[in-house]
């Protein structure tokens, strides 16, 4: 059985970004010490409900801005977390961060809570591109929070971009990832602005006060981008996702066969690769959204609500992993986990999906259930197949470079 992973929202922030559709709050830091508590009350819920006990090898902290909580609270949570669930010696726990919001002392003590991986929200390199998505910080301070992350012993680092900005040019973004690289992080993610229904961004857009990003110039950003990571290091094992590898085993896999369903970068993201796996996740927090026990499910917004809704229920007779928090809960058909299993593995741009492994996870080929699609996707360009390594009977099944730019067109095809 597979180790399952642990997501936690942390819906606060100091200012709401113009862009942002997540589920975040600005001005109500006054509830974190309540909300760290139904925090632990729901982890203390979901392990009584659990008729064994959970394997955990990663745990991720979202938001939101994660860094407004003090050390003593995150070691707070995951003293519950590791009393409630086996967590693996090695497990990857990774928060969030904006830069500014750190500094030297804090980050060694969150090191000390057993915190080994941070994500920065830099997204640009550019004052004025910070300016317009609303960034406190600029990017003498995305180096500070760096340097101080290494002094503090951190040697996984995530720097989180954004491309395809209203009136963003190819130079600028040129220049960001150059800026970029010469921090030397260990992974880089990069995803194009998309302008949400509800947010400040989606509304100035729509009348015609915010320029629409053009989409042929995204698209030549996001062909840059690849080009420029790949030749600094970077394996693209997802299709918004670079890491590096360590040195012996990039030569390992330039020297021999390996098995595509192995085949991710050192320094990939372990938590998102759950996601992408199509593998079990616990959801804690207002606005969560959890994969377990066949559910998908997710948690009420609003941070009073969820907080009451916790601080005053019993002990409930709900199934696994459900709480009194949950707001939605589906319980999946087969189709659905086929569906979700092609839409998610097929982001993996090294690994896709080997028809091995759909056999052995679904009992049936492949080609059985989506035969005629995969055929006209291969025949559009947007997907190939190769032989896996892992057996010369088995076909591998990725998205083309075409493909990963019009990811849409061909993750419509197994909804």
């Known amino acids: 059985m597979s180790p399952t992973s642990i997501y936690l929202h942390i819906p606060f922030c100091k ?38 006990r959970v394997d955990v090898h990663t745990i991720f902290f979202g938001g939101g801005t994660p860094s407004l909580l003090t050390a003593p609270q995150f070691d707070s949570i995951l003293r519950a977390l590791r009393h409630a669930f086996a967590l693996t010696a090695d497990a990857e726990i990774s928060i969030e961060a904006n830069p500014g919001t750190l500094n030297l002392q804090k980050l060694e003590d969150l090191r000390k809570t057993g915190i080994n991986r941070i994500s920065l929200g830099v ?21 500070q929070s760096v340097s101080d992350a290494r002094k503090a012993g951190f040697d996984n680092l995530n720097l989180d971009l954004i491309y395809g900005l209203p009136e963003q040019t190819l130079e600028s973004w040129k220049t960001t990832l150059a800026r970029v690289i010469d921090l030397h992080p260990e992974h880089i993610s990069a995803y194009a602005l998309t302008l949400e ?39 693209h094992y997802e299709i918004s996702n670079w890491a590096k590898d360590v040195e012996s085993q990039k030569s390992k896999v330039e020297e021999q066969t390996f098995d595509l369903r192995l085949s991710t970068p050192s320094f990939a993201c372990k938590h998102n690769l759950q996601y992408w796996r199509s593998l079990p996740y616990l959801a804690f927090g207002a606005g969560a959204h959890g994969y377990a026990n066949g559910y998908r499910y997710s948690n009420m917004l609003r941070i009073k609500t969820y907080i009451d809704r916790l601080t005053n229920s019993q002990s409930t007779n709900l199934p696994f992993p459900l709480t009194p928090a949950a707001v939605n809960h589906h319980k999946q058909t087969q189709q659905d986990d086929i569906s979700d299993y092609m839409i998610n593995n097929l982001r993996l741009t090294q690994v896709g999906v080997a028809e091995s492994d759909f056999r052995e996870r679904f009992g049936v080929g492949l080609l059985d259930v989506f035969g005629k699609e995969v055929e006209e996707l291969i025949r559009l360009g947007l997907l190939e197949k190769q032989t896996s ?21 061909v993750f419509v095809k197994f909804v």
């Not at 420029?228 to 394996?235: E, I, K, Q, T």
């Not at 390594?389 to 067109?409: A, F, P």
């Open 197 to 235: 229904h509800g947010t400040p961004f989606g509304k100035w857009s729509s009348k015609g006060l915010l320029p629409i990003p053009d989409s042929d110039l995204a698209a030549e950003m996001y062909e840059h981008t690849e080009e420029f990571l790949d030749a600094n290091g970077y394996v």
């Open 123 to 143: 997204q640009s390199a550019n004052t004025e591109e910070l300016r317009m998505l609303e960034r406190i910080h600029d990017f003498f301070t995305v180096i």
């Open 15 to 52: 200012h709401r970004c113009a862009y942002c559709d997540f589920n975040t709050y600005a001005g109500q830091e006054s509830l974190i010490p309540e909300y760290v508590n139904a925090l632990i009350r729901e982890i203390e819920q979901v392990s009584e409900s659990a008729n064994q």
């Open 389 to 409: 390594e892992v057996s010369e009977t088995s076909e591998v099944y990725r998205l083309t470079k075409r493909g990963r730019l019009l990811g849409n067109q």
